[in-house]
């Protein structure tokens, strides 16, 4: 039995009443979440639900007003960004945010600016070239030269050279065609099949639900429903629902 | 005089005067590239590492040592002024960043009034920096300072340049200078990366600021102010924000200056200044974001 004070040991990511405002706009309003070792958490909602405000927030871009982050069950809320990355938290942002007159190479170089154990990192990169060949022949390339799809897999690649004990992924699938988001997402799921804990924020609830084990639906800053991935899936209607805060 | 002589006089001016606007010019693009934010402290960089230099000197230190000394004081100088100056007000609006500059650059000059007083002071050279040197028989004649003005620079820009390319600390400079944001997600530690910015522009700053007293034989307060403008000519023709679009401006103006007051009548030459600014203007309405430029909005 679980005491009060019991320490979760396979809990990643504990997130607490969480409040977020900027000026005057509440973000995200005494908001709970957890994410679980080797879980894939799905974070879906409207635009403007605060799906990135939580992401920015777990890797202390943003400050929250009020609650806390636990990574491992050590708060992480008030340290700086790169302390979080070091702490093994990366962050893939949403619109990619590349270097996009650096090469491939410099970009996945620089993912991982915060890793100790340089000698692994060449061996790392190999592996992620052969997850995304196209990506070993563009290596040289300025990256903002690539295509859209081909650019999300740099981004992917790069928060991936930081060895995360936890991935935030912000909208993987956004403005790229359905035939490479489904690559995209079968890349995922192998890094998945490897234990790599994820909370992925999507838009596209169809291809995130095929992923995740588990999901939380926003709306203007609160959870409307959460559950496991299947039972949302075969309730589409409620998830739906939940997006635009229709009462059932 | 032989018109190909000449020219090759004149040019060797040109690469002189280029190279202090070049030096300049490099720091204020690369703090503009990360911050977006236009140093015009930056010349009184050239200020401090003159009088540093002085300083040092009269202390009893050989020439060549103070002016090492000199040009780190300046260095220290620029990365004390981001500590307590500009990191305070970093992200906060435009306007805020402009007036904190220049509020910097009135408390550094008029400090600099009370510590030396406003008149100028000489700037004594070794001898052998003085000493002409002539080719082709006389008919071209550069002094040592010329030579050393050039080399001095050659050397920084390439040691810039191996930095910049081949250190990891260079790549996340050039990072941070896309996209700042993002520098800070991937985990760089971007409050470093902003002082070593800051370190590497004011010490260039300090080294064009000696190289300029040593030239003119004189350091005085306000001896950063024009050399500033021109460098913020230079920058902005060459792209704001791109370190070898400065390079290439500060060459640019250099030669332009040159040529106006070698070339054209010398009744023309007191208007260099209005001729150079006149042509910056009409070059800025055919190419807005200078010469390198990725495009991207000037702040100033
Ligand atoms: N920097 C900011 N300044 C002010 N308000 C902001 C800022 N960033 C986000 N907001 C506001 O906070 C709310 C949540 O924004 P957020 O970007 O987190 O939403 P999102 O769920 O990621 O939306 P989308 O799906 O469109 O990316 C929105 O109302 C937005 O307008
Ligand atoms: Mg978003």
Not at chain 1, 126 to 149: A, K, N, V
Not at chain 1, 225 to 234: F, Q, T
Not at chain 2, 137 to 148: D, E, K, M, P, R
Request: hydrophobic share 50%; charged share 15%; proline share 4%.
């Amino acid at each position: 039995m679980a005491t009060a004070d019991h320490i979760d040991t396979d809990e990643v990511l504990g997130v607490r009443g969480l409040t977020v405002t900027y000026g005057a706009v509440t973000a995200l309003r005494d908001l709970s979440i957890e994410v679980r070792r080797g879980e894939v958490v799905a974070l879906l909602g409207a635009n403007g639900a605060g799906k990135s405000t939580m992401l920015r927030t777990i890797s202390g871009v943003v400050r929250p007003r009020a609650g806390e982050v636990r990574l491992e069950g050590d708060r992480i809320d008030g340290l700086r960004p790169s302390q979080i990355v070091a702490r093994g938290v990366a962050h893939s942002p949403e619109g990619r945010r590349l270097f996009g007159s650096l090469t491939v190479a410099e970009n996945l170089r620089l993912g991982a600016a915060q890793r100790r154990d340089r000698e692994n990192v060449e061996a790392d990169r190999e592996r992620l070239y052969d997850l995304f060949p196209i990506l070993r022949e563009r290596s040289q390339q300025q990256s903002g030269t690539l295509s859209g799809g081909e650019q999300q897999m740099v981004a992917l690649s790069r928060a991936l050279m930081a060895r995360p004990r936890l991935l935030l992924l912000d909208e993987p699938s956004l403005g790229i065609a359905p035939l490479i988001v489904q690559q995209i997402f079968a890349s995922l799921a192998e890094l998945k099949e490897t234990g790599v804990t994820m909370l992925l924020v999507e838009q596209n609830i169809n291809v995130a639900l095929g992923l995740a084990d588990r999901a939380y639906v926003l709306r203007t800053g609160e959870i409307s429903l959460e559950g496991p991935a299947a039972d949302l899936k075969r309730n589409y209607e409620e998830v739906a629902a939940a997006y635009l805060g229709v009462r059932r | 005089m032989n018109m190909g002589l000449y020219i090759v006089q004149q040019g060797i001016n040109a690469v002189s005067l280029g190279s202090l606007y070049a030096l300049v010019a490099i720091g204020l693009s690369m703090v503009f590239g990360i911050l977006r934010m236009t140093n015009f402290a930056h010349g009184d960089m050239m200020m401090v590492g003159a009088f540093g230099t002085l300083l040092i000197n009269a202390a009893g230190a050989p020439f060549w040592l103070a002016a090492l000394c000199g040009v780190a004081v300046g260095a220290a100088a620029g990365v004390i002024v981001e500590r307590l100056a500009y990191r305070p007000v970093r992200g906060a609006p435009d306007v805020t960043l402009l007036l904190t500059s220049l509020a910097v650059t009135y408390i550094l000059e008029n400090l600099g009034i009370l510590i030396f007083s406003s008149s100028p002071r000489n700037f004594p050279i070794p001898d052998i920096m003085n000493s002409a040197i002539q080719l082709a028989g006389g008919q071209i004649t550069f002094t040592a300072i010329n030579v050393v003005t050039i080399a001095l620079t050659v050397a920084a820009l390439a040691l810039l340049g191996w930095f910049v390319t081949r250190t990891d600390v260079g790549l996340g400079m050039r990072a941070a200078a896309e996209d700042l944001g993002a520098a800070q997600m991937v985990g760089l530690d971007v409050d470093r990366l902003i002082v070593v910015a800051f370190a590497i522009a004011s010490a260039f700053a300090g080294l064009a600021g000696v190289l300029w007293a040593a030239q003119s034989g004189i350091v005085e307060p306000d001896m950063g102010f024009t050399p500033l403008l021109k460098a913020f000519v230079a920058a902005i023709v060459g792209g704001f924000g791109s370190i070898s679009g400065a390079l290439v401006g500060g060459y640019v103006l250099g030669a332009l200056e040159i040529l106006i007051v070698a070339f054209l009548p010398s009744s023309v030459s007191p208007y260099r200044d209005a001729i150079v600014f006149g042509l910056l203007i009409v070059f800025l309405l055919f190419k807005p974001n200078g010469l390198m430029n990725r495009p991207q909005e000037v702040k100033l």
